[in-house]
């Protein structure tokens, strides 16, 4: 059983490292000892080049991978001390994930998509359906909610992703280069509905990306290359 320790952070991680191949001649380093606190209601973004070791922070950091070394609290929670079964409760429950690739089930509705969720954890039918609807017209997609993925735009799929990844009421969301299949407007209005979430609902953010220029406006960024942090410093958005 994981245990829960009172915190401030949202994330608190030390000395992560992840490798690969262990005991092997191609045994292979990707993080070399991160150290990461992102507090309660902070929007972060860690910024690095392919290759940088961002993917892989981040499948630690949601859950999806376990690092070789190193301690990770997430709200509270020692998650290294968690077994699968309470992994995929606390990732169900505490984190909304958005990808570049959208991550929507074919020939199935905006509305059934953003449900998903909320089916796996038991929710009743007509509660499910009142819940996606109210985050389809958050996020300005109430009119599309009878279309499938192949029917949608790529900003119109990531707003149904978005609205999907808030049906479980997460406490931070982990967004994987969301802007990076989208032209620059499509971009600027995904990244527009990011700030209105944090804004408007506290909601904790890491943003993931290869964009200086997305990163600059959140709080703060962290530059990660050959799997470490190189620099930290606030956003212009922040400071403004």
């Not at 009743?124 to 009878?146: P, Q, S, W």
Request: glycine letters at 8%; aromatic letters at 4%; charged letters at 25%.
């Amino acid at each position: 059983m994981a245990e829960i320790i009172t915190a401030e952070s949202m994330i608190e991680a030390r000395g992560i490292t992840k490798s690969f191949n262990i005991g092997s001649e191609n045994e292979l380093e990707i993080l070399h000892g991160i150290d990461l606190n992102v507090k309660k209601g902070e929007f972060v973004s860690i910024v690095g080049t392919s290759g940088s070791g961002k993917s892989t922070l981040m499948n630690i950091i949601g859950l999806l991978d376990k690092p070789t070394k190193g301690s990770y609290l997430l709200d509270g929670v020692d998650v290294c001390k968690a077994g699968d079964t309470e992994l995929s409760h606390i990732r169900n429950k505490k984190i909304g994930f958005v990808f570049q690739t959208y991550n929507l089930i074919a020939r199935t509705t905006a509305l059934k998509n953003v449900e998903l969720p909320m089916l796996y954890a038991g929710i009743k039918a007509r509660e499910r359906k009142e819940r996606a609807m109210e985050l389809l017209e958050m996020v300005e997609m109430e009119g599309r909610i009878d279309h499938t993925p192949d029917e949608l735009s790529g900003g119109q799929k990531q707003r149904v992703a978005i609205a999907r990844a808030l049906v479980n009421s997460p406490s931070i969301i982990l967004a994987d280069e969301p802007t990076g299949a989208l032209d620059s407007a499509t971009g600027r209005k995904i990244m527009d509905l990011f700030h209105k979430l944090h804004e408007e609902q506290g909601i904790t953010i890491v943003f993931i990306t290869h964009s200086p220029e997305l990163a600059s406006e959140t709080e703060r960024i962290l530059t990660l290359k050959d799997g470490m942090f190189i620099d930290e410093r606030m956003g212009v958005r922040y400071a403004s």
